[in-house]
């Protein structure tokens, strides 16, 4: 059975041009960067090409770029550097909607004394600013907010945030995992200090991620060693995964226009056909700003697992935003911040494209959902029959 391939904001298939550039570095290429021997030494030029590649996407200088183990360590990197170098300062900005990358370090920090304040969000998954303004102080030690929210897609007004922030003297950190590669990005232009992205979230590695550290920004580094990355962070590079996000960042640069105009027409087409032909079905998070891949639509009254074994039958995989904990399934952090009922938070499904989708499989989709949510709602006990 062929697979069609909805899930691209969990991770991505990595392009072939960059499995290219990274297979030479395991068996012919795989000298250390930091020997003295030409045949390592070769790689350090390999890393300073692959830091130029990212730094074009993001519009940002080469010296700024700390590669990492991926989205989660450069959260962590961010959050707890930027505390570490502000030892006078306790308190954590952030929102109810971010990745655990995020939230889970601020509430453990909690625990360790720091005070965090999670902003809430609208309906539309959207920020209120003015919160945003009324709980900045002196205090203040970060901010972090996400670019663009991995479940619904909704994006926050990043450059307006960071210039409040700026005025405050806090640094600004925000978690751009899912935004990279699918909207523009200029670093350059714009007060964000810290940056977070992931290999495998766009037709990269897994493994291997990048902090933006803006010049002149405050931040102590989580990994002691070596004196790698400038000492940022230290460990022997992984050369096949920085490579690869060069690579897949100069993809994104060439490819930027064509394949996101691309992927939110498959998409656009994909939801307007599933909230037509699917009574009590609703679109979660604000249909304008949003990530051009993203859907995330709810069925009223069946479970989202159910949808999404039913779609599995047909090789389509998307996914729900429930958490199976401890035997039951608790409805997605983010559907609940937005006030989403809970018969609709439970029957969510998220359809996540990418360049590699076609017309023809969302064609199949359309034709394949409907009857699904018919023969489900035809079972679930929460819907009322009429006699
Ligand atoms: N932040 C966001 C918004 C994400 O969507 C993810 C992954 O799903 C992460 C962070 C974690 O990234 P990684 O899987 O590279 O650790």
């Not at 030494?41 to 519009?59: M, P, T, Y």
């Not at 959260?75 to 929102?95: C, S, V, Y």
């Not at 030690?141 to 806090?170: Q, R, S």
């Amino acid at each position: 059975m062929r697979t069609i391939y909805f899930d691209n904001n969990a991770t991505t298939k990595v392009a072939e041009q960059v499995f290219e550039e990274i297979h030479p570095h395991f068996c012919e290429l795989y000298g250390n960067p930091s020997s003295m021997h030409t045949f390592g030494g070769q790689i350090g030029r390999k890393i300073r090409q692959a830091r130029e590649q990212v730094a074009n996407l993001l519009g940002c200088d080469p010296g700024e770029i700390v590669f990492t183990s991926g989205g989660t360590e450069s959260d962590n990197m961010a959050i707890k550097g930027a505390l570490t170098a502000q030892p006078n300062k306790r308190t954590i900005i952030t929102t109810r909607v971010e990745h655990p990358a995020v939230l889970t370090v601020c509430r453990d920090l909690e625990s360790h004394g720091y005070t965090v304040v999670e902003l809430n969000v609208d309906k539309e998954g959207l920020l209120d600013l003015d919160e945003l303004e009324d709980q900045l102080d002196d205090d203040t030690a970060l901010v972090t907010i996400m670019y663009a929210n991995n479940e619904t897609g909704v994006i926050f007004p990043i450059d307006e945030i960071a210039e409040l922030v700026a005025d405050k003297g806090a640094i600004f950190h925000t978690d751009a995992v899912q935004a990279v590669g699918k909207i523009p990005l200029n670093l350059s232009k714009s007060n964000i200090d810290l940056l977070s992205l992931s290999g495998h979230k766009l037709h990269g590695p897994k493994g291997v991620g990048v902090l933006y550290v803006r010049k002149g920004t405050r931040l102590s580094p989580l990994m002691l060693g070596g004196h790698q990355e400038a000492g940022r962070r230290a460990g022997t590079e992984n050369v096949p995964g920085i490579v690869g996000m060069g690579k897949a960042c100069e993809l994104a640069v060439e490819n930027f226009k064509a394949e996101n105009n691309k992927v939110k027409s498959l998409r656009d087409k994909l939801e307007r056909a599933i909230l037509k032909e699917c009574p009590d079905s609703r679109l979660n998070g604000d249909p304008e700003n949003r990530l051009p891949n993203t859907t995330n639509i709810s069925f009223e009254y069946i479970e989202g697992e159910a949808i999404l074994l039913m779609l599995d039958q047909y090789g389509i995989c998307a996914s729900s935003g429930s958490a199976c904990t401890s035997g039951s399934l608790e409805p997605s952090h983010v559907l609940r911040a937005m006030g989403v009922p809970f018969t609709a938070a439970h029957g969510s499904i998220r359809f996540s494209l990418s360049r590699y989708n076609t017309e023809e499989e969302v064609d199949f989709t359309i034709e394949k959902l409907p009857p699904i949510i018919n023969q489900l709602r035809e079972l679930s006990p929460f819907v009322t029959k009429n006699a």
